[in-house]
Structures are given as structure tokens and as C-alpha cells.
């Protein structure tokens, strides 16, 4: 497995008096798996945002909760049902989580899953329990489809909270997509994995696990089901990789390793608080339901994103959008030893 790594530098004139010449440096990686691009500057963190100021958020809470479509006084009237041939009761109950259709899909079966009956959450506020009814009701909506339709059996649990995540809604929820097909993206760490197998007879997502724990610097914690990793070359700031250690699809997922998973979000939601931060994506990388594949390792990954406020200076631009190269302000190696200290 090779990390490859370059730093490049630019020399500048300072505008502070004297002009001095100054050094920037920018960090070029590439993904050990998928070659995928990232440059990392940690000193853009600090870079001046001319529209962003800080806020209270109670007004936009507040202000959403009486329309709300998940919580309690809406949810039953004003959400959809599955079909009677999908799941006689209409919607899957756990705890306090509802999976229903989404009303706006974008794959072929597309549900929405309500992590909690309040209508916002901070970080430090979710419980592993709230987080394991959702994924077990999730899991239990996988399943359905699949029995159904034995083509439909390319699953994606995605969490994203607050506007800058591309969630519409402040309601905490989840969504649950099954397609016939794998994304781009997903094929290429599938077809990535499968060769790394046959080169070498070994799982990749287990050597990464081992190779991390050696280096130290990226690794964050593991049990015998689950390892937390900061990502090598990220996609988002504080990416953090979840691994689901010898399980390769959602729908197998068990009770014990969902909760396992679970507490792990937690740790790192209340870790991203201290940080400083309110929103974030957290997506999953599943192979195929009804499949069991030794080259492939069921994971997640976590980015944090702009917080939330009502000017905001959005972290996904141009390089991200059309090159497909990632620009990071986060240096992976700070985030694991930050979010160490939460586990
Ligand atoms: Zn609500």
C-alpha cells in the first residue's frame, strides 16, 4: 500500500511592509485505493470570509418547528406510506425513528428516516440508542426492497445535518437510498478492492486497518467489529472513516456492530462540536445486498462542513464540483489526534 505524498511550495511577496518573500505549502496526496486527488493547506482555515458572521440559530429553529413535517404533531398526517405490498403498516417504527417514501426521491426506492421526535439536535445531543433504531429500521427498509426486488440491491445509508450539508430540512433524519446499480464512485472502490485482492490475497480495507495502526498517526480507535480512521487523502475536512471489520453489505448489518457503530458517531459528533462545528455529512460505501465478497469491507466516512449561519462561504467549489480534486484545510494526522481524545 503506498501513501503518496508531495508537498509543493509557492514563493509570494508578503503585503505586510518590506514585502518579504513568503513560502506557501500545499500538500498533494493521493487516495492508497483510488489514486482520487486531495490538496491540503491547513493555513486556509484561517483565510478571511468577508460574508461570514456568527449568529444565534434559535430564530431559524424556532421559526421551522410549527411547519415541521417530522415532528410529532405532523409526521403521521403529512408524510407518505409505503405500498401495502412493501410494508402492510406503511412506515417502519423503532424507537423514535419513522422511515417512510421520500416525497422528492432521486433513486429508484428513496426513503427518509427521522433520527429523533425533537426538532433539533446539537452535536453533543444524539444518543447511540437513537442512532441504532434508525440504522436497524433502515436495514429492516434494505431487506424489504431487496425480497421484493432482487435487482434492487445497491443500498446507501446517508446522514446529512443543517443546510450546509445539502439537508433541506433541520428536523434530524436520515435517508435511505436502493438503486440497481452501484455509483461511480462505489464500482471504482469495488473494482479497486477485488484487484488488490487478487494481486495479493488480502483484503485492502484490513491491511489499511493494520497499516494505520502501525503508522499510528491517522488511527483513532477499533474494536473487534468496527475501526475509526482519520482518511489519508479526504474528500471533506475531518473526514473520518468507519470500518465495519469482515462485513461487506448494509443488509447484513447485526445489532452489536450497528451499535458499535453508533457510539463511534457519537464520540466523533461530540468531538466535531468541540471543534467548532454543526454540520456534516455521513455517508456509506455498501456492496451489494444478498452478497458476501472477502475482498470488501463495508465503510462509512464523515466530513464536517461549513457551519451553519445565514452567510455561510460554501466548502465545495470549483476543484471539487468539475476537477474532482478535493481542496482540505484540515491536516488528516491533527484530526486524528483531536478526535483520539473523545474515544
Ligand atoms: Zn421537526
Request: glycine share 6%; proline share 6%; aromatic share 12%.
Given at each position: 500500500?503506498?501513501?503518496?505524498?508531495?508537498?509543493?511550495?509557492?514563493?509570494?511577496?508578503?503585503?505586510?511592509?518590506?514585502?518579504?518573500?513568503?513560502?506557501?505549502?500545499v500538500?498533494?496526496?493521493?487516495?492508497?485505493?483510488?489514486?482520487?486527488?486531495?490538496?491540503?493547506?491547513?493555513?486556509?482555515?484561517?483565510?478571511?470570509?468577508?460574508?461570514?458572521?456568527?449568529?444565534?440559530?434559535?430564530?431559524?429553529?424556532?421559526?421551522?418547528?410549527?411547519?415541521c413535517?417530522?415532528?410529532?404533531?405532523?409526521?403521521?398526517?403529512?408524510?407518505?406510506?409505503?405500498p401495502?405490498?412493501?410494508?402492510?403498516?406503511?412506515?417502519i417504527?423503532?424507537?423514535?425513528?419513522?422511515?417512510?417514501?421520500?416525497?422528492?426521491?432521486f433513486a429508484?426506492?428513496?426513503?427518509?428516516?427521522?433520527?429523533?421526535?425533537?426538532?433539533?439536535?446539537?452535536?453533543?445531543?444524539?444518543?447511540?440508542?437513537?442512532?441504532?433504531?434508525?440504522?436497524?429500521?433502515?436495514?429492516?427498509?434494505?431487506?424489504?426492497?431487496?425480497?421484493?426486488?432482487?435487482?434492487?440491491?445497491?443500498?446507501?445509508?446517508?446522514?446529512?445535518?443543517?443546510?450546509?450539508?445539502?439537508?433541506?430540512i433541520?428536523?434530524?433524519?436520515?435517508?435511505?437510498?436502493?438503486?440497481?446499480?452501484?455509483?461511480?464512485?462505489?464500482?471504482?472502490?469495488?473494482r479497486?478492492s477485488?484487484?488488490?485482492?487478487?494481486?495479493?490475497?488480502?483484503?485492502?480495507?484490513?491491511?489499511?486497518?493494520?497499516?494505520?495502526?502501525?503508522?499510528?498517526?491517522?488511527?483513532?480507535a477499533?474494536?473487534d467489529?468496527?475501526?475509526?480512521?482519520?482518511?489519508?487523502?479526504p474528500?471533506?475536512?475531518?473526514?473520518?472513516?468507519?470500518?465495519?471489520?469482515?462485513?461487506?453489505?448494509?443488509?447484513?448489518?447485526?445489532?452489536?456492530?450497528?451499535?458499535?457503530?453508533?457510539?463511534?458517531?457519537?464520540?466523533?459528533?461530540?468531538?466535531?462540536?468541540?471543534?467548532?462545528?454543526?454540520?456534516?455529512?455521513?455517508?456509506?460505501?455498501?456492496?451489494?445486498?444478498?452478497?458476501?465478497?472477502?475482498?470488501?469491507?463495508?465503510?462509512?466516512?464523515?466530513?464536517?462542513?461549513?457551519?451553519?449561519?445565514?452567510?455561510?462561504?460554501?466548502?465545495?467549489?470549483?476543484?471539487?464540483r468539475?476537477?474532482?480534486i478535493?481542496?482540505?484545510?484540515?491536516?488528516?494526522?491533527?484530526?486524528?489526534?483531536?478526535?483520539?481524545?473523545?474515544?
Amino acid at each position: 500500500m503506498e501513501f503518496r505524498r508531495e508537498m509543493k511550495s509557492m514563493e509570494l511577496l508578503s503585503p505586510l511592509a518590506g514585502f518579504e518573500r513568503e513560502l506557501k505549502w500545499v500538500e498533494y496526496r493521493e487516495d492508497p485505493l483510488t489514486a482520487c486527488q486531495s490538496r491540503i493547506n491547513v493555513a486556509r482555515v484561517g483565510r478571511e470570509r468577508q460574508a461570514q458572521v456568527g449568529v444565534d440559530l434559535t430564530g431559524v429553529i424556532e421559526g421551522t418547528r410549527g411547519d415541521c413535517l417530522f415532528c410529532p404533531h405532523n409526521i403521521e398526517q403529512r408524510t407518505p406510506r409505503f405500498p401495502p405490498e412493501l410494508y402492510p403498516q406503511g412506515r417502519i417504527k423503532r424507537g423514535e425513528c419513522l422511515v417512510f417514501p421520500n416525497l422528492f426521491p432521486f433513486a429508484q426506492y428513496h426513503a427518509v428516516g427521522t433520527l429523533t421526535r425533537e426538532h433539533f439536535l446539537d452535536l453533543d445531543e444524539f444518543t447511540p440508542e437513537m442512532l441504532v433504531d434508525n440504522i436497524m429500521a433502515s436495514r429492516d427498509f434494505i431487506a424489504l426492497v431487496h425480497q421484493r426486488d432482487q435487482g434492487a440491491k445497491w443500498p446507501m445509508w446517508i446522514w446529512n445535518h443543517l443546510p450546509p450539508s445539502a439537508a433541506s430540512i433541520i428536523h434530524p433524519h436520515v435517508q435511505i437510498l436502493v438503486d440497481e446499480a452501484p455509483s461511480p464512485e462505489l464500482s471504482r472502490l469495488l473494482r479497486r478492492s477485488e484487484e488488490y485482492f487478487a494481486a495479493r490475497g488480502r483484503n485492502y480495507w484490513q491491511d489499511l486497518v493494520e497499516e494505520e495502526r502501525e503508522l499510528g498517526q491517522r488511527y483513532i480507535a477499533e474494536n473487534d467489529s468496527l475501526a475509526v480512521l482519520a482518511s489519508y487523502a479526504p474528500r471533506g475536512n475531518r473526514e473520518v472513516q468507519l470500518i465495519f471489520k469482515g462485513l461487506s453489505n448494509l443488509a447484513d448489518l447485526g445489532e452489536g456492530q450497528a451499535m458499535d457503530f453508533a457510539t463511534s458517531v457519537v464520540k466523533i459528533l461530540r468531538c466535531y462540536k468541540g471543534m467548532g462545528v454543526n454540520s456534516f455529512n455521513l455517508i456509506t460505501y455498501s456492496a451489494p445486498s444478498g452478497e458476501r465478497l472477502d475482498y470488501y469491507w463495508l465503510s462509512a466516512r464523515m466530513i464536517s462542513r461549513p457551519f451553519f449561519q445565514p452567510f455561510y462561504t460554501n466548502d465545495t467549489g470549483f476543484m471539487e464540483r468539475f476537477h474532482d480534486i478535493w481542496v482540505i484545510e484540515t491536516l488528516p494526522e491533527d484530526v486524528a489526534a483531536q478526535l483520539r481524545k473523545g474515544f
